[in-house]
C-alpha cells in the first residue's frame, strides 16, 4: 500500500502551487489529529486522503473533472485503499458519493475549515501561535473574508462529524498549530 512518504511525492508529482501544497498539508494535518482519536489504526491512511484529496485541483479544477481524475488515477494505481480514494470522492458535495465513513466525514469536515484557519493565521503577525477559535468565528461571519471558502460547508462539516462548530475549529487549530514550523503558518 501506498506510504505517507510515496502520497506526498504524488502530491508534488501532480501539484506546482506551493499554496495548494500548503492547503493539502494542512487537511492532512488536521487528519491525522482526527484518525489519532478516531481511528488510530489507520491514522496513515487518513493522512494519505488529506494529501491526496486535491491533487488534480490545479490541473482539473472543473466540477466535471475535479476530483473525478484524480479518483480515477488513484484507482488505477491499486495500491491506495479503496476507503481513501471513496473519501477523495466523496469530500467534493457534487460528486453525489455519500460519506459513509468516518473518514470520508472527517476530509470533508476538514477541508475548507481547513483553508479557512489557514487564511485567518496569514493575516496574524504571530500565524497560528495565538489564534484563538473565537477569532475564527468571528472572521467566518465577515463573508469578505476568505469569500471562497463555504461557509455552509464548514457548518455541514462540523454537524456530519456530530461536534459543535467551536469545537471542531479548536480541534483543527491544535492540530495545525502541532505541525506549524513544518507547513509554515
Given amino acids: 500500500m501506498i506510504s505517507i512518504e510515496e502520497a506526498r511525492a504524488l502530491m508534488h508529482d501532480w501539484v506546482e502551487s506551493a499554496s495548494l501544497r500548503t492547503h493539502m498539508e494542512c487537511v492532512a494535518a488536521c487528519m491525522g489529529w482526527y484518525a489519532a482519536r478516531v481511528q488510530a489504526d489507520r491514522q496513515d491512511d487518513w493522512i494519505i486522503a488529506g494529501l491526496l484529496?486535491?491533487?488534480?485541483y490545479e490541473k482539473h479544477p472543473t466540477i466535471e473533472e475535479h476530483p473525478f481524475v484524480c479518483v480515477e488515477f488513484l484507482k488505477n494505481?491499486?495500491?491506495?485503499?479503496?476507503?481513501?480514494?471513496?473519501?477523495?470522492?466523496?469530500?467534493?458535495?457534487?460528486?453525489?458519493?455519500?460519506?459513509?465513513?468516518?473518514?470520508?466525514?472527517?476530509?470533508?469536515?476538514?477541508d475548507e475549515l481547513a483553508g479557512f484557519i489557514t487564511a485567518?493565521?496569514?493575516?496574524?503577525?504571530?500565524?497560528?501561535?495565538?489564534?484563538?477559535?473565537?477569532?475564527?468565528?468571528?472572521?467566518?461571519k465577515n463573508l469578505k473574508f476568505a469569500a471562497a471558502v463555504s461557509r455552509d460547508d464548514v457548518a455541514k462539516g462540523a454537524e456530519e462529524i456530530k461536534l459543535e462548530l467551536?469545537?471542531?475549529?479548536?480541534?483543527?487549530?491544535?492540530?495545525?498549530?502541532?505541525?506549524?514550523e513544518r507547513l509554515g503558518i
Avoid at 120 to 140: A, F, H, N, Y
Avoid at 166 to 180: K, S
Fill in 53 to 56: 484529496h486535491d491533487m488534480d
Fill in 120 to 140: 485567518c493565521s496569514r493575516v496574524r503577525p504571530d500565524g497560528i501561535v495565538e489564534l484563538e477559535t473565537k477569532s475564527v468565528r468571528k472572521k467566518l
Fill in 77 to 110: 494505481r491499486g495500491d491506495v485503499p479503496e476507503d481513501v480514494v471513496q473519501a477523495i470522492l466523496s469530500h467534493a458535495d457534487y460528486s453525489g458519493s455519500p460519506r459513509d465513513t468516518d473518514m470520508a466525514r472527517h476530509l470533508f469536515a476538514v
Fill in 166 to 180: 467551536a469545537d471542531h475549529i479548536t480541534n483543527c487549530i491544535d492540530a495545525l498549530r502541532g505541525e506549524r
